[in-house]
C-alpha cells in the first residue's frame, strides 16, 4: 500500500459527487475569503457574503467614525426561514490585533475541518479602511467615546424599518476580546501583515 494513500473499509460508500461538493463549498468560502483579504496582504473592494456564517475574532480592534444599526440578510423572496436580523458595523477606519477568520466545514471521509485566517499582531497589526459587516452576534469588552443612541418612529411597510428604527454611533470605538458570528464582510482597503491560511482538522 502506498504511504499516505486513503483507505475505505467495510461495504459503506461515499459518493464522489457528495464528497466533491462539500470539499469544493470550503474551498469557495477559502477562495472567497482570500479575494477579500488578498494573497499579498491587500485587498481593495472586496466582499463575502453568501457562503454561510463564519466567525471574526480578535485580540483588539480599535476604530474611528462607528456606525450600528439593524438589517435582514437572506432572500425575502424565499420566506422567513431564508432571513435573518443583522447588526451592521460601519467603521471609517480600523486597527486590529490578532485577527482570525474563520469557517466550520465537513468533507467527507475527510471529517471535520476548520479553514482559517489570520493576520496582524501587536506589533504589525492589521488596518482596514471603509469596514462594512453584519453581524448575528457580537461579543466582547468595548469602550465608545462620545457614543449616541437613537431609537426612531418607522411605520412597519417601511422598507428601511430595521435600520432605522435604532441607531448608535461613536467617535472611536475600542473592542478587546471580540468575536463576531459573520454573514457579510466588506472593505475598501485591507493591510493585512503576517498573513496566514489554512485548513485544520478538528
Known amino acids: 500500500m502506498n504511504e499516505g494513500a486513503l483507505v475505505l473499509q467495510g461495504q459503506g460508500r461515499t459518493s464522489k459527487k457528495w464528497f466533491f461538493t462539500a470539499l469544493l463549498s470550503g474551498l469557495i468560502f477559502l477562495g472567497g475569503l482570500l479575494a477579500v483579504l488578498g494573497i499579498n496582504g491587500v ?24 456606525k450600528l444599526y439593524g438589517s435582514l440578510y437572506g432572500d425575502p423572496s424565499k420566506g422567513e426561514d431564508h432571513v435573518k436580523p443583522v447588526f451592521v458595523n460601519e467603521i471609517d477606519k480600523v486597527t486590529i490585533q490578532d485577527l482570525v477568520i474563520s469557517k466550520d466545514v465537513k468533507i467527507p471521509v475527510l471529517g471535520d475541518y476548520q479553514v482559517k485566517i489570520t493576520a496582524g499582531d501587536g506589533n504589525t497589526p492589521v488596518h482596514l479602511n471603509g469596514l462594512i459587516q453584519k453581524a448575528a452576534l457580537v461579543q466582547g469588552d468595548a469602550v465608545f467615546t462620545n457614543m449616541n443612541i437613537s431609537e426612531n418612529y418607522v411605520t412597519a411597510d417601511d422598507p428601511q424599518a430595521a435600520s432605522k428604527a435604532f441607531t448608535q454611533g461613536a467617535d472611536t470605538l475600542t473592542i478587546k476580546n471580540g468575536s463576531l458570528d459573520t454573514h457579510y464582510l466588506f472593505q475598501k482597503v485591507a493591510n493585512l501583515p503576517n498573513l496566514k491560511v489554512q485548513f485544520v482538522k478538528k
Open 43 to 66: 485587498a481593495v473592494a472586496a466582499t463575502v457574503g453568501g457562503i454561510g456564517k463564519f466567525n471574526v475574532s480578535f485580540k483588539q480592534m480599535q476604530g474611528t467614525g462607528f
